[in-house]
């Protein structure tokens, strides 16, 4: 088990697979038996009480399980039985679907016999049917846990083989009315798979719990025929009956064994555990980055391990958001079970912000140290607008882990965050003062260091868990003193320069505004003009108003008719007066006469 520790100084238990385990334990079998026949059974017919199909289906899944394994039992003439055997198991091509074959034969028997038992209703000789085959399937069962113990399967394999082989027992005695020995093999059952489900994560104790509910009417049913309330209630009393004697011991190894076989993640009083491939070899390389950030030399290659494990991060997110996507148990599965798939997903998010965070202050380290030393970063000068923009992304990552689905209503989670972004809203306001004083804007700069001061003190307050960044307000604290020094001897300063640039004239003070050409007629010691840029003139001038042309010139008067007016001029009686003796001439002369 390997713990990690967060940026906020909280232990991290990550339980993943180890690498220097021996060879023993790593070959050992290991086969889930009541969530795999769990999940046949609600997906085959036992959701609707069809036994009839779920058996069908035992019978084709062994036959096709016979074939894959090479353990045909004769060919289509003739039958030659094979069981399953010590030797396979043992054997260098070994897998855990040679225990599914004696797991599939006693599913089959129990399945044929709830079919009989359906049809014993109208037809009573079937019970006799009924009980072989129920002895069949506790013989197949019984199988299945000397396979088990032969020592080629690990601790929890053996302990849900034995739960397994007790219930089928319970089941048969119960059929033959054997009420106290009945009684006995359901709890010992019912220990069992308690004792399992609270030795696993949350997300995998449904099945258990589900099995344990299913064993109470059964259990009261034999106390009542018993005749003694107490004989199927003291559980705790089995263990000194010796019925389960190497019970501890099995439960020990399981939970040590329990690192080899699946991966679990611990994470704010909440153990979960983690399936997708991508996601486990994800959380292995994480445990390995304390490593490989020590022997690191400088800041830019933590900036690259911190690169490939975010890519990585990215990956394992995508990964568990496919299984969400195609994985249709996990739509219509409990909400214990998509609760888990999304605890995990927001710790991976979690893991991907925290991760984001180290890398953009490790960027900001780069920065202000060759700020100190004004070198230069990929060949620009670092300006305080650069370093305010990396607070500013920071603060980004904090909203979102404000936002994680399921701590919206963590108090102490929200506790945490909060704290530490107040600390970087100091940092964030401390390089906007200096962007501020570079502006020369003295006032709003002192502003912003007063709010940076009381950030600071805020988060100090509180005892942020993180030292590095503890360290680094206490620094900040005597930068933003020895800054609000500098920023009001340059306020007075400016003042100065001001107070030079100005003139009294009866009794105010002005700024001198006027250009020189304006003011000629006035002596004033303007040492402006001997600067590069001299107040003289305007340019470009002032915009003045002159009278504009004509935009249409009046062309109507070419198209109307105006009124005679010659009888008021006088023009008309001149004409009468010189026209008298030559119109007698053209009358004789037969002249101007119309034709």
């Known amino acids: 088990m390997g713990v990690l520790e967060n940026d906020g100084g909280e232990n991290i238990e990550l339980t993943a697979e180890n690498e220097k385990t021996d060879s023993k334990s790593a070959s050992l079998l290991s086969l889930e038996i009541f969530r795999i026949t769990k999940d046949a059974q609600q997906q085959h017919g036992l959701r609707h009480g069809d036994y009839q199909r779920y058996r069908g289906y035992c019978s084709r899944r062994l036959r096709r399980m016979r074939k894959v394994l090479k353990i045909p039992q004769g060919d289509r003439r003739h039958y030659r039985r094979r069981d399953i055997t010590a030797a396979h ?14 797991l599939l034969q006693a599913e089959r028997a129990w399945s044929h016999a709830m079919q009989l038992r359906q049809e014993a209703n109208t037809e009573p000789r079937k019970k006799f049917h009924l009980v072989s085959r129920l002895k069949k399937a506790y013989a197949h069962a019984q199988t299945l846990l000397q396979l088990c113990e032969s ?21 048969l005695l119960l059929e033959l009315q054997q009420w106290r020995a009945a009684a006995d093999s359901l709890q010992r059952s019912q220990l069992v798979l308690d004792k399992l489900s609270a030795a696993l994560p949350e997300d995998e104790r449904h099945v258990y719990k589900q099995k344990v509910e299913e064993l109470k009417p059964s259990l009261r049913y034999c106390a009542y025929n018993i005749g003694d309330q107490s004989a199927a209630g003291d559980l705790a009393a089995m263990r000194g009956q010796g019925l389960i004697e190497n019970l501890d011991t099995l439960m020990a190894q399981a939970k040590e064994s329990r690192s080899g076989i699946m991966h679990e993640v611990e994470w704010r009083g ?6 997708p491939e991508k996601v486990r070899l994800f959380l292995i390389a994480l445990q390995d980055y304390d490593k490989s950030a020590e022997k690191a030399d400088t800041v830019e290659a933590k900036i690259e391990i ?9 990956d394992a997110m995508s990964a568990i958001k496919d299984e969400i996507k195609n994985d249709p148990k996990l739509k219509s599965g409990s909400e214990t079970q998509v609760s888990s798939i999304n605890y995990l997903l927001s710790y991976l998010m979690y893991l991907r912000l925290m991760r984001t965070i180290e890398r953009n202050n490790l960027l900001v380290q780069q920065a202000e140290e060759a700020r ?3 070198a230069q970063i990929d060949g ?8 305010t923009r990396l607070y500013e992304i920071i603060l980004q990552n904090y909203t979102e882990l404000q936002q994680l689905p399921g701590f919206e209503n963590d108090a102490a989670y929200q506790r945490e965050i909060e704290s530490a972004m107040n600390a970087y809203r100091a940092f964030r306001c ?17 502003a912003m260091l007063e709010r940076s001061s009381n950030y600071t003190k805020e988060s100090m307050a509180r005892k942020i868990n993180d030292k590095v960044l503890q360290n680094k307000l206490e620094s900040l604290e005597k930068d933003i003193e020895s800054c609000k020094f500098i920023v009001h001897a340059d306020s007075v300063l400016e003042d100065e320069d001001e107070d030079e640039e100005t003139k009294f004239t009866s009794g105010k003070t002005y700024k001198d505004k006027k250009p020189l050409v304006d003011r000629l007629d006035e002596y004033r010691e303007d040492s402006q003009v001997l600067t590069k840029n001299p107040n003289i003139y305007k340019l470009p001038p002032p915009m003045e108003a002159i009278p504009c042309k004509p935009l249409f010139f009046d062309l109507a008067c070419n198209f109307i008719e105006f009124p005679n007016l010659d009888d008021k001029t006088g023009a008309a009686n001149s004409k009468k007066q010189g026209a008298g003796i030559t119109g007698l001439v053209k009358g004789f002369l037969g002249w101007g006469s119309e034709k």
């Open 89 to 102: 198991l043992t054997a260098t091509n070994a897998e855990n679907r040679l225990l599914c074959v004696p």
């Open 151 to 171: 020592g080629a399967c690990d601790a929890r394999t053996q302990l849900e083989a034995s739960a397994y082989a007790a219930w089928l027992g319970g089941v």
């Open 270 to 275: 909440r153990r979960v555990t983690v399936r």
């Open 306 to 314: 911190l690169e490939n494990i975010l890519m990585d991060c990215k």
């Open 372 to 374: 100190k030393k004004n």
């Open 380 to 387: 620009k000068k670092v300006r305080p607008q650069d370093l």
């Open 430 to 446: 401390y390089y906007i003062a200096q962007v501020l004083t570079g502006l020369r804007r003295f006032r709003e700069a002192l």
